[in-house]
């Protein structure tokens, strides 16, 4: 047959690869897959800031690379999905390295050495690549990268640099910009810290591996909180694919409330409670969907779920049938693993919602007494409605005022109940926040006495209304929030 070569532009192909969607937490992810295929113990990662100069580097103490084994590496799509990996290869496209740097730089140098030989060198600048219009790998590096190199070399492994940093090689911008300069750093703390902390907490959990940001060490994320008291830990099943195992374990995580302020914002995880719930997938113990529901039918991310976390874990052969995509981040299950899924995932969502609406105070129990809830919230043709209960005895004893206070009372409860902020509470509370606030959550002084004054007016209350002392103190203890507070109520 008859054909004539078309050959892709190197440049146009290089440019295309800050395009495939790469943050910069998962760019600098993608590097840290290749240490620990390389046999790292220690990881670290440098962000410095030199103005348009400004660096990002990743060194580690792997076995590193021959010169072929680099030149390998550094050629675009060298191996494939179908070459063959060793079972601790996080790689998948053979691109990560290539793909993830021109996301974030114009320039790739790598600095490597295999057990003790010759240290070799290579980079790409993709200004040169345009320019010729060649993929020239180039053999050496300009004084200042060569001394930023040396500065990093700790006599093996491998130093991988970024230069040209797309955000920061603008015109402008210089090393006094302090706006950029803490933007750039922010970063770091803000969003590569956590990320890696999360999508590789089973290595720093195991102890197999250490990974420090400029030496301060990277802390492991649990999303199943597996040490913590009260998580649990559904029945976890094993599931054959295309003849291979994968595996899939529920969490259902305590309420934020038992596990105290700091904790509570520790486990909420770098995107808070409403995002990272749902399936968290690995990949050989690399985390590549952290919290989703996959779009199984019928799985949205609500509010009643925050709890449910479910870790699917797939092998690597299982790679072409979950769709891993060139960034490791995201997913597709095989239809056959999607009824499993939804099984699973629907025993575990609801545990969830049961956690949280048996700790929950809703003013529409149909149980106890009618005087318990202050708020009487109802649903009519789909409408949320919330009611100030009458029937309370704080209520009653306004309304039994004389009767210019009993109208004024009237008037102003018929005003809250008509301008109940529903959508702004709405759209706050998917946002970000895990259940209704904790009553009373000021300073314990102020709270502690807040709470005794209005106990002591209910009290008073249903003593002008002729109930006895100690049936008034039953029904203070029966009200929320003080049956879950301390007081003179609770004397029995």
């Known amino acids: 047959m008859r054909y004539q070569l078309a050959n892709p532009d190197p440049?146009?192909?290089i440019e295309s690869f800050k395009s495939l969607g790469y943050t910069v937490e998962a760019a600098v992810a993608d590097l840290v897959d290749n240490s620990i295929t390389a046999q790292a113990h220690h990881i670290n990662v440098e962000f410095t800031w030199d103005g348009r100069n400004s660096w990002v580097a990743v060194v580690d103490d792997?076995?590193?690379m021959t010169e072929e084994e680099l030149v390998t590496a550094m050629t675009v799509a060298a191996r494939g999905p179908g070459a063959p990996r060793g079972p601790k290869d996080l790689g998948?496209?053979?691109m990560g390295l290539k793909t993830a740097t021109f996301s974030q730089a114009r320039q790739l140098i790598v600095s490597t050495t295999r057990s003790g030989g010759s240290r070799v060198i290579r980079a790409w600048d993709l200004d040169i690549v345009i320019r010729s219009g060649e993929c020239r790998l180039?053999?050496?590096?300009?004084?200042?990268d060569a001394d930023i190199l040396d500065s990093l070399w700790n006599?093996?492994?491998?130093?991988v640099l970024w230069r040209s940093l797309h955000r920061y090689d603008i015109a402008g911008i210089t090393t006094a910009d302090n706006i950029a300069k803490t933007h750039f750093y922010e970063e770091i703390a803000n969003r590569v810290e956590?990320?890696?902390?999360?999508?590789?907490?089973?290595?720093?959990?195991?102890k197999r591996l250490s990974v420090t940001i400029h030496d301060n060490p990277i802390q492991a994320w649990d999303p199943f909180l597996r040490n913590q008291e009260y998580v649990q830990a559904l029945y976890p099943e094993s599931i054959s694919l295309s003849g291979h195992a994968m595996r899939i374990a529920g969490y259902v995580l305590p309420h934020p409330r038992y596990?105290?302020?700091?904790k509570a914002r520790e486990a909420a995880g770098p995107r808070g409670w409403l995002d990272q719930q749902g399936f968290y997938v690995y990949r050989r113990d690399r985390l590549i969907v952290a919290g989703d529901w996959l779009g199984i039918k019928g799985f949205r991310k609500e509010d009643k779920y925050i709890l449910a976390r479910i870790a699917v874990d797939i092998p690597a052969e299982l790679d072409a049938e979950w769709s891993i995509d060139v960034r490791k981040s995201a997913t597709v299950p095989p239809v056959a693993a999607r009824s499993h899924l939804h099984r699973i995932g629907e025993d575990a969502r609801r545990r969830a919602a049961a956690v949280l609406s048996h700790r929950g105070r809703i003013a529409t129990h149909k149980h106890g007494?009618?005087?318990i809830y202050a708020w009487k919230v109802e649903q009519h043709d789909g409408q949320v409605i919330c009611k100030i209960n009458r029937k309370h005895p704080l209520v009653q004893q306004i309304l039994n005022a004389s009767p210019k206070e009993a109208e004024t009372a009237r008037a102003l409860i018929r005003l809250l109940e008509e301008t109940v902020p529903i959508t702004a509470l709405r759209f706050m509370h998917e946002a970000e926040t895990i259940d209704a606030p904790e009553p009373f959550s000021g300073s314990a002084e102020t709270a502690t006495n807040d709470v005794t004054a209005i106990a002591e007016q209910i009290r008073a209350a249903y003593l002008a209304q002729g109930v006895t002392e100690h049936e008034a103190r039953t029904r203070i203890r029966m009200m929320p929030p003080f049956d879950q507070l301390p007081g003179f109520w609770q004397q029995r």
């Open 259 to 262: 596990l105290g302020e700091e």
């Open 369 to 371: 007494a009618e005087f």
């Open 155 to 159: 006599g093996h492994g491998t130093v």
């Open 92 to 94: 998948r496209f053979g």
């Open 62 to 64: 792997g076995i590193g």
């Open 138 to 144: 180039l053999q050496e590096v300009a004084p200042a």
């Open 194 to 206: 956590p990320h890696l902390g999360m999508v590789f907490s089973r290595f720093l959990d195991g």
């Open 11 to 13: 440049a146009g192909t």
